[in-house]
């Protein structure tokens, strides 16, 4: 069976094929249809492969398919294989899943667009990327995925093009993704140049064989750490995911929340055993990069009031704490929340959606309001999905959140105080959030008139093709949790499963005096999550007290404002200059060679006076300066 | 006795030279020249060129310099020329670095090398002075011996002096004459 | 060597091409299309032929013709293919008959297409020529088709484009005459007797270092001046911007590679000495070049000269990982050659079109054409994606390969290098979002979508980008074993030795 | 007296013809009149003939005197001919000087 | 008369040896006294008896190079004349000049209305005149062929009398030209005061013979640097190039071409013959002489044609920077190794011939441009010429690469041999000197090509190419070409053009 996992990739890959030659032929729903077969079709192949795997024991729970060879020059060998191990098919697992549920909704969403085949076209491009990407045997397959799937963002938070932020927003993502390719790239030829190869199995055997100097392993980490930086929008170059929500919100939900974001994190758990390897401080440069980013998007959020932006830095900030859990070797915790985040997040995202789309594309929070009463399915499954990023036990993310703590508390107090202040927030905008939508009074048709809408305008549940995966994806957020339950190893699924990959790197903590009071740990998770709920609702619903909702917040700390200030500002005069000094110093000598040579003529042919008398003086000088010359060569 | 002739040929000749440059008026110049030539003569004569000299005064005193003063007169060019002032700008100047440079590095080579003309010249061909033979006769064969290539091309010379001045001094209707019409 | 003179062929019929096209009348102008056509397709054909002949794994030169020109000086015409010059070769055959068919001039066609033809010859026999002198010939012959293609069929400033493009690169080749000469009258002493035959030069004649390093600079710096590299590479942005589509095309496509051709063929083969020698500075001028190109064409307002200064960037990764001297390097720097041709070629022929439909460059003049042409921009969007280097097309190969491979010998100038990586896209995604993105103004809504002929046009150009990009190894196989000839070649006369992987043994 | 001991050695012949050689010389820079620069040009020729016939006798040899008979032919065929071309521009435009005729220049 | 007067012995003539000479002197003379005697002949006799003349002296010549390939070098009459590979070579070329310059002066002679059995009667002398320079082995005869010549050439420039500029042209060629001849015959006395010989070869055994003392030279250098003086005057090597532009614009262009082939293949070929045949010994002095002057030339003349506005003139400073490319090749000559004097004299001569006959053709056009009048010579006057005679144009496009030196034309094939000799010399310098002259020279050419191709016609009327003009042209442009793809055979010809008879 594991020999099939090609066909994984290829379903989509050929879907996009057909959507580009007879997209437009197959028409508004069909066309979606057919796309959301594809990953589904893959889902289905990723999941006989799961199955393959296991069913045999735990150390050969490894399967490589070398498709053919890719880029072969001498000692360089680079494959396109494809690797299905416990890491890879947890991945291409979700992924797959949540993006057939995501092509399902996109469905509905997309109704009635223009250009509905070729979303759904960029759709499945993007979830083949994103295969490539997770199933990539080496580096460059991964890079490849890895790109494509910028790619993709690129076209499709751009997809509306027409608007100009949104093409803006489109190239920022790009760009801003490309300064942490660069990272990428200088690790692949550090590793190529240290161990002659890019195979993830070379790399690591070599890591934990220790022909690996951990200075080289530093870099190598600290490289691919830049380039996570870029993809899963950590600081200093988060903030192009923010702008990215000018995209579809489907695609909100599974490029920028579910799935591609989350590549950063798997490249790194991917290479765990050289960041075992490399020096401790590299991963604590990780955790507190992780840590600020989770504290500093979610101070954000609390400010926000367009619904998708709250959502977007929330997604920052959960980010963030995956990669505090890497930093503190919480590889496992990191893919608990990665997975059921992914969950939680594509819930709320597409909740999100589907009250844009019944609001008319209104996304401002303050419109809204008490729209429980006329889209209760979304209202009910939405606000499961709060519960659980809120971090309200039974729900996933509690679990899954927990566990990082745990790590974090071990590893680092400051983190987890950190940690433990993030989540307070976290709870408390997210149920902001809830409120403001949900509850309170109805803003519907406050000045309304700026958009079609006019009138007492209702807003509508939205179709039931796009009610489904709320609910699939409502339900597995809250049972999520039960992949990873703390109170015994036994109850260790995901542990387990994973630990093929591991289990050498994993930061071990059972028996330790931290282990011993996880209960404790996990009160004060719960606790914190309760005081967040608890102030918000005295703030928003209550109104006991004032809301603070600071400008420099609102303003995303003027990060972005500063980076723009310096793009456009320093940065451009210093362009400008160069190719100032292209046309006007580099060329102008050219330019200049041929002046003087014209100039100089000009001087000279001022001697040819064209009076006769003036050319005999000359003949008779040169004739005096030769004579000179052989005279003095007789004498000397 | 030599060193007498040749003071006063030498004389002639620079005073003579100085005129042609100085004087204004063509007709005069033309007149320095005639004592310059004259002079060049007396010192041919005084080198044995006998022959030479007389030469010297028939064609160029005779025949070049009447030449020279009948176009004078035939082009009525005799209106003297102002030599106080040079219209072209640094030409004077110019003139005189030349004359001098000139002069300089030739009066520098005359003197250091003359002697070596004495090392060297051993008669190649035969003697001027204690020769049998005349020096009209000893000129002819020279001519008619080692020279006779040039003395051919000389006359082929000639020929080219006949003939441009045929060329130059056409009829001006020959120009004004329409494309394919007979020539007069 | 088989019996069918293939090389020469290729040199000489579009040379009689020309003939022909030239003899037609000027009332006949579709035959003179036709027989245009006839000749560059043959060429391709043939050429295409040639690679499928081309025997996979062979070290040396093949399919070699080799007939004394100048016996008095030793000159020969001597033709020969080996995997370096080999899918030049074929890209110049697939070219131009693409060219020819694909863009019409307005007037003059019939100079036009001769030209064109005489300048395939041109390009043909400097790829091929294995003899000094019959390079050089071909190298400066050249010119002449290109000058009067720029100034005649040209834009504005063309004859002043023209003319630089001439001169610039004659006065390059000044000095590489004098150097070529030095090279066979000085080899003489080495091999007995005067030659110009490259091959009997690289192997038996040994320079002592200082005359090596001499000759090497005079050829050096006439590739420099084609490559171009920064700082002699301000006619190119002239010639590029004025030359009509075709010429725009043909110049990024094929011209600028005799530059780093001859630099791989007749600088590292023939001075393996001086060119270890001279690898700081050519690395520092490539990556200049790589960085300056790029931040120059970020500012530039006309999309051609856009994509004229994105040509020196890329360029300068070639001659980064020619000098690089590794096996990846060099193999990245020739099939990157290939690369360049295709995607640059490609973006010249759409700023053509686009010209054509809204006779403007200018991009602010330009807004929303995705709205009304997606097709266009779709493909617009494919090349500009192989231009900056996505993984899967085929700019990704050479880039990758130059850089990994140069890493070792050239590690800092690598880093800095791959900062290029992130401005290309800097350059295009920006120049994209302004033409392409945005709600089109009345002027530009009225923009015409691809024709069907333009549409084949561009789709054989796509599909070469994405074959490669995904399936690189048949050409890499060809590249390789000339490649490793040549780093022999040096290590044998140097004391340079290729970089040793460590972790071979891990592997 | 001195006249008698003192012999003019060939190098005074040589110096006095250097000496005419540079007045013809200059005067070929000053004068304005062609028909006065060409006399100058004859003084120049005089000069090396005068030089001819002194080197001649310096070296016993009589090719020295047969050189400038072919020298005063010279002379004359250039006399026939320069003086045809000025008649010729004489008659176009009367009393022209060599400055004056500048058109070409450049 | 003291004794018996010794009995005269002549020297023996051999005639055949000069028979081109005679040739051409039988020509004119038919040229001259027919053309006295009997009215005006019907349209091109003329001409067609000047060419044939010419042509019979070529194939004379032909002939003889034959007899000199296979025998040795020899001198004639008396040893005032060099008989050797190098004066055929020269004289084949004045020859074949003439024929194509007769050629086009026939039309330029019947557009201007003046057609005239003297013009070509001077011709065939200066000729003359020209191989008695290149093949005079005695300083004095080289001084008469060298006057010969001049005056001819005086009297052409000034020939056509419509034009004052022609006048003009005439009056400071002679001027110059007279004034320059006296400081040559200046050199010629020294030279032979201090020798105490003019006939070359003997200069080269005195001085062979006599190790030099300091001091002792002075005579001999300052000759050598007076005749330097009148060579480069007629060479027209910087500075003492100054006429060259205002005559090569005055005179009538087929005038002008003739100054450029035959003038300079005369005057340079027995510059090259006098220094490398007869001061050999001296050669390290007067190497750096010819090393300036060559920079001098190279340069100046490239950057000076740049700016000019008229076609002939810019033509003639280009010849000039030839000129300063054929001086490389006897820079090259100049070093002691017989190899590199052979490969440079060869290479200065080839350069010679094959520039002759680019010219001619180039002046052919020219003058067919410059049309009735002889006036239309300007830049602007050339413009559209590909629209007026597109046949034409292509011809002159030709001949201008070719003196831009690309390949395949035998410019290319002439300025390599030049640079290969001077590389085997091993002056580099100079050789690059002489191709970045080249580059500033190539903008000129293009100068012309643009206006021809790429400008708006001036006047719209189409030029018809007479006969004779369109034969000659034809010519060069073929040549022009087959030299440049298979140069072997002139090349076989000229290995060993620096074998003199000494």
């Known amino acids: ?636 | ?184 | ?507 | 007296m001195i006249a008698l001991v003192v012999q003019p050695t060939p190098m005074w012949y040589l110096l006095l013809s250097a000496v005419l050689f540079v007045i013809g010389t200059v005067g070929v820079l000053v004068r304005r009149n062609p028909l006065v620069m060409f006399m100058c040009i004859e003084l120049m020729l005089n000069a090396v003939n005068l030089t001819f016939v002194t080197l001649g006798r310096q070296l016993n040899d009589i090719s020295g005197q047969t050189i400038v008979f072919f020298v005063l032919v010279v002379a004359a065929a250039e006399v026939v001919v320069g003086l045809a071309i000025i008649v010729a521009i004489m008659r176009r435009r009367t009393g022209v000087n060599a400055d004056d005729l500048a058109e070409l220049k450049g | ?502």
């Open chain 2, 1 to 184: 006795m030599e060193l007498f002739v040749f003071v006063c040929a030498a004389v002639m000749v620079i005073v003579g030279a100085l005129g042609v440059v100085v004087r204004g008026n063509p007709v005069h110049a033309a007149l320095s020249l005639v004592l310059t030539l004259f002079g060049i003569a007396v010192l041919f004569v005084a080198q044995h060129a006998e022959f030479l000299a007389a030469v010297q005064v028939i064609v160029y005193a005779g025949a070049i310099v009447v030449l020279f003063l009948f176009v004078v007169m035939l082009l009525g060019v005799d209106r003297a020329e102002d030599l106080r002032t040079d219209s072209l700008a640094g030409q004077r100047p110019l003139a005189v670095v030349v004359g001098l440079g000139l002069l300089g590095v030739l009066v520098a080579a005359i003197v250091s090398g003359t002697d070596a003309v004495i090392t060297r010249g051993t008669g190649v061909n035969g003697a001027t002075t204690d020769s049998p033979d005349s020096n009209i006769v000893q000129l002819a064969r020279s001519v008619f011996a080692d020279y006779v290539v040039a003395f051919e091309v000389t006359s082929v010379l000639l020929v080219v002096a006949v003939v441009g001045t045929v060329l130059l001094s056409r009829r001006r209707a020959a120009d004004v004459r329409p494309e394919g019409s007979r020539p007069s």
């Open chain 1, 1 to 636: 069976m594991a020999n099939l996992l090609w066909l994984a990739p290829a379903f989509p890959l050929l879907g996009a094929v057909i959507m580009l030659l007879l997209g437009r032929r197959l028409g508004d729903p069909r066309s979606g249809w057919l796309a959301t077969l594809m990953p589904t079709a893959s889902f289905i192949v990723i999941v006989g492969v799961f199955a393959d795997l296991l069913s045999r024991p735990a150390s050969e729970r490894q399967h490589v398919v070398n498709l053919f060879a890719w880029i072969p020059v001498g000692s360089l060998q680079v494959d396109m294989a494809i690797l299905a191990d416990p890491l890879s098919i947890t991945m291409a697992l979700f992924v797959t899943g949540i993006g057939s549920l995501i092509h399902l909704y996109a469905i509905g969403y997309m109704h009635g667009d223009p250009k509905f085949s070729k979303f759904f076209l960029y759709l499945n491009l993007f979830i083949f990327s994103m295969l490539m990407l997770v199933l990539g045997e080496n580096l460059l397959v991964t890079f490849l995925g890895w790109e494509g799937v910028g790619a993709c963002s690129y076209l499709l938070i751009s997809f509306w093009h027409t608007r100009n932020s949104a093409a803006v927003a489109g190239k920022k993502a790009f760009v801003t993704n490309r300064v942490g390719d660069f990272g990428v790239m200088i690790a692949m030829f550090l590793a190529f140049s240290a161990l002659g190869s890019l195979s993830y199995s070379s790399i690591n055997e070599a890591a934990h064989g220790g022909t690996l100097a951990p200075v080289t392993a530093t870099a190598f980490a600290l490289l691919l750490f830049l380039g996570a930086c870029g993809k899963s929008a950590q600081l200093p170059l988060y903030f192009w995911l923010p702008d990215a929500m000018e995209g579809p919100t489907p695609v909100s939900a599974l490029i920028h929340a579910a799935t591609m974001v989350t590549a950063g994190v798997f490249l790194m758990i991917r290479i765990a055993p050289v960041l075992a390897m490399s020096y401790h401080w590299a991963s604590t440069i990780i955790a507190f990069v992780g840590g600020l980013t989770a504290l500093c998007a979610a101070s954000v959020a609390v400010t926000q009031n367009d619904i998708k932006k709250v959502l977007a830095y929330s997604t920052v900030s959960q980010l963030g704490y995956m990669f505090m859990a890497i930093g503190s070797g919480a590889y496992v915790a990191a893919i608990f929340l990665m997975i059921t985040h992914a969950f939680f997040k594509a819930l709320l995202f597409l909740g999100s959606g589907s009250v844009i789309h019944g609001m008319n594309h209104e996304q401002d929070m303050r419109r809204m309001g008490k729209l429980r009463l006329v889209m209760p399915i979304t209202a009910g499954t939405f606000i499961i999905g709060w519960l659980t990023i809120a971090g309200v036990p039974p729900f996933s993310g509690f679990w899954s959140k927990d566990e990082i703590l745990l790590y974090v508390y071990a590893n680092n107090r400051g983190l987890y105080a950190i940690g433990l202040f993030t989540a307070l927030l976290t709870a408390y905008y997210m149920t902001r959030q809830v409120i403001m939508v949900f509850f309170g009074e109805a803003h519907w048709n406050d000045h309304s008139n700026e958009h079609g809408a006019h009138g007492d305008f209702i807003p509508h549940e939205s179709p039931r093709i796009m009610l489904i995966p709320l609910v699939v994806l409502a339900g597995l957020s809250a049972l999520g949790g039960a992949l990873q339950l703390p109170f015994n190893t036994d109850l260790h699924f995901l542990g387990r499963w994973l630990a093929p990959v591991l289990e050498e790197s994993e930061a071990m903590h059972f028996g330790t005096q931290e282990y011993q009071n996880r209960y404790l740990l996990l009160g004060i998770a719960g606790v914190v999550a309760l005081v967040g709920i608890g102030i918000a609702v005295a703030v928003y619903a209550k109104r006991v007290i004032k809301p603070i909702e600071p400008r420099l917040l609102e303003q995303a700390w003027y990060y972005d404002a500063a980076v723009s200030r310096v793009v456009s500002g320093p940065g451009a005069t210093a362009f400008n200059s160069i190719s100032w000094v292209d046309t006007h110093i580099v060329d102008g000598a050219v330019n200049g060679v041929a002046t003087l040579v014209r100039n100089s003529a000009g001087v000279t042919r001022k001697a040819q006076s064209g009076f006769v008398r003036t050319y005999a003086a000359v003949i008779g000088l040169g004739a005096v300066l030769l004579i000179a010359w052989f005279a003095w060569r007789s004498i000397a």
């Open chain 5, 1 to 502: 008369m003291n004794s018996e007067p010794i009995p005269f012995v002549g020297p023996s003539i051999q005639w055949f040896e000069i028979s081109p000479m005679l040739a051409l002197l039988a020509g004119a003379l038919l040229l001259l006294l027919g053309g006295a005697l009997t009215p005006q002949w019907p349209r091109g006799w003329y001409a067609a008896v000047s060419c044939v003349t010419a042509g019979t002296a070529g194939v004379l010549s032909f002939f003889l190079w034959g007899d000199v390939v296979n025998g040795q070098p020899t001198t004639l009459v008396g040893g005032a004349i060099a008989f050797d590979r190098f004066a055929l070579f020269s004289t084949i070329t004045i020859c074949g000049s003439l024929v194509l310059v007769s050629l086009i002066t026939n039309d330029h002679l019947h557009r201007e209305g003046q057609d005239a059995p003297e013009v070509y009667g001077l011709y065939l002398i200066a000729a003359i005149g020209g191989i008695i320079m290149v093949s005079a082995n005695d300083l004095v005869v080289l001084f008469l062929g060298l006057e010969t010549l001049s005056l001819s050439l005086y009297v052409l420039a000034a020939s056509n009398r419509r034009r004052g500029e022609s006048e003009e042209a005439g009056l400071k060629y002679f001027i110059l030209g007279g004034f320059s001849s006296a400081f040559f015959l200046y050199g010629v006395a020294l030279v032979f005061g201090s020798v105490g010989t003019t006939n070359l070869g003997r200069i080269a055994e005195v001085l062979a013979n006599e190790q030099t003392i300091p001091g002792n030279d002075a005579l001999l250098l300052v000759g050598i640097a007076l005749l330097l003086v009148g060579f480069a005057f007629k060479v027209a090597l910087v500075p003492f190039q100054m006429w060259t532009p205002d005559v090569y614009q005055g005179a009538p262009t087929p005038v002008t071409a003739y100054l450029a082939s035959i003038g300079k293949v005369a005057a340079l070929a027995a510059l090259i013959r006098v220094f490398v045949v007869a001061f050999p010994s001296r050669m390290d002095d007067w190497r750096p002489a010819i090393t300036v002057l060559a920079v001098l030339t190279l340069l100046i003349g490239s950057v000076l044609a740049v700016v000019q506005t008229n076609v002939k003139r810019m033509l003639a400073y280009s010849s000039i920077s030839h000129a300063g490319f054929m001086l490389v090749g006897l820079e090259a000559a100049s070093h002691r190794d017989s190899l590199e004097l052979n490969t440079g004299v060869s290479a200065s001569l080839t350069y010679l011939m094959l520039y002759s006959i680019i010219v001619i053709g180039t002046f052919g056009v020219v003058s067919l441009v410059a049309g009735v009048g002889d006036s239309a010579t300007s830049l602007d006057d050339m413009r559209g010429l590909s629209k007026r005679r597109p046949v034409l144009a292509l011809g002159l496009t030709v001949l201008l690469l070719a003196q831009a030196g690309v390949p395949l034309t035998s410019g290319f094939v002439a300025k390599f041999g030049v640079i290969q000799s001077a590389v085997n010399s091993g002056s580099y310098v100079l050789a690059l000197v002489a191709m970045v002259s080249a580059v500033i020279a190539a903008f000129l050419y293009l100068r012309i090509m643009v206006s021809m191709w790429l400008s708006a016609p001036a006047n719209e009327s189409p030029l018809k190419i007479p006969i004779a003009s369109g034969l000659a042209i034809a010519f060069a442009v073929v040549v022009t070409l087959v030299v440049g793809f298979v140069p072997g055979r002139l090349l076989d010809a000229v290995r060993d053009l620096g074998q003199f008879v000494s």
């Open chain 3, 1 to 507: 060597m088989i019996a069918f003179p293939i090389l020469t062929m290729l040199v000489v019929l579009p040379a009689l091409g020309a003939l022909v096209v030239s003899l037609i009348s000027h009332s006949r102008l579709e035959w003179v299309k036709l027989a245009a056509l006839v000749t560059s397709v043959a060429t391709g054909a043939m050429s295409v032929w040639m690679l499928v002949k081309f025997p996979s794994g062979s070290a040396g030169f093949e399919f070699v013709s080799k007939h004394s020109w100048i016996s008095q000086w030793g000159i020969s015409w001597h033709l020969g293919v080996d995997g370096i010059s080999l899918f030049l070769v074929v890209l110049t055959g697939v070219l131009f008959p693409l060219v020819i068919a694909g863009i019409d001039v307005h007037h003059d066609q019939k100079p036009y297409l001769a030209w064109l033809l005489l300048l395939e010859a041109g390009v043909m026999g400097s790829f091929l020529s294995l003899d000094l002198f019959l390079f050089f010939v071909f190298f400066e012959i050249v010119l002449v088709p290109m000058y009067f293609l720029i100034g005649g069929w040209g834009y504005e400033r063309r004859v002043y484009a023209a003319t630089k493009f001439f001169l610039y690169t004659m006065a390059g080749s000044a000095f590489m005459l004098v150097g070529i000469i030095a090279t066979a009258v000085l080899a003489r002493r080495d091999i007995g007797e005067l030659t110009f035959n490259v091959i009997d030069i690289a192997e038996k004649a040994n320079f002592s270092t200082t005359t090596g390093r001499w000759l090497f600079v005079a050829f050096a710096i006439a590739f420099a001046v084609k490559v171009p590299l920064f700082p002699l590479h301000t006619w190119l942005p002239d010639a590029h911007t004025e030359a009509p589509t075709g010429g725009s095309v043909i110049l990024a496509a094929v011209l600028l590679k005799m530059g780093t051709y001859g630099l791989l063929r007749f600088g590292i083969y023939l001075f393996p000495e001086a060119s270890v020698w001279a690898r700081p500075v050519m690395y520092t001028l490539a990556v200049i070049g790589i960085l300056y190109g790029a931040i120059a064409a970020t500012m530039q307002r006309d999309l051609k000269r856009l994509v004229a200064y994105s040509s020196i960037a890329h360029l300068g990764f070639i001659v980064l990982g020619v000098f690089a001297l590794t096996h990846q390097s060099i193999s990245g720097g020739v099939i990157q050659m290939v690369n360049h041709g295709v995607s640059t070629g490609a973006l010249f022929l759409l700023v053509g079109m686009i010209y054509e439909r809204r006779h403007t460059r200018q991009i602010d003049e330009l807004r929303g054409l995705q709205h009304v042409a997606p097709i266009f921009a779709g493909f617009f969007m494919v090349v500009m994606l192989s231009s900056i280097g996505l993984p899967g097309l085929n700019g990704f190969v050479g880039e990758f390969l130059i850089l990994i491979g140069s890493f070792d010998t050239a590690r800092w100038w690598v880093v800095v290098a791959t900062t290029g990586v992130i401005l290309a896209a800097l350059y295009l995604l920006w120049a994209y979002q302004r033409v392409f993105h945005g709600e089109p103004d009345e002027a530009n809504s009225s923009f015409r979508e691809v024709s069907m002929r333009e549409g084949l046009l561009l789709s054989v150009f796509v599909a070469i980008i994405v074959f490669t990009g995904i399936y690189p190894k048949p050409i890499l196989d060809r590249i390789e074993p000339s490649v490793k000839a040549l780093l022999e070649h040096v290590e044998q006369r140097t004391t340079y030795r290729q970089p040793q992987v460590i972790g071979e043994a891990t592997k």
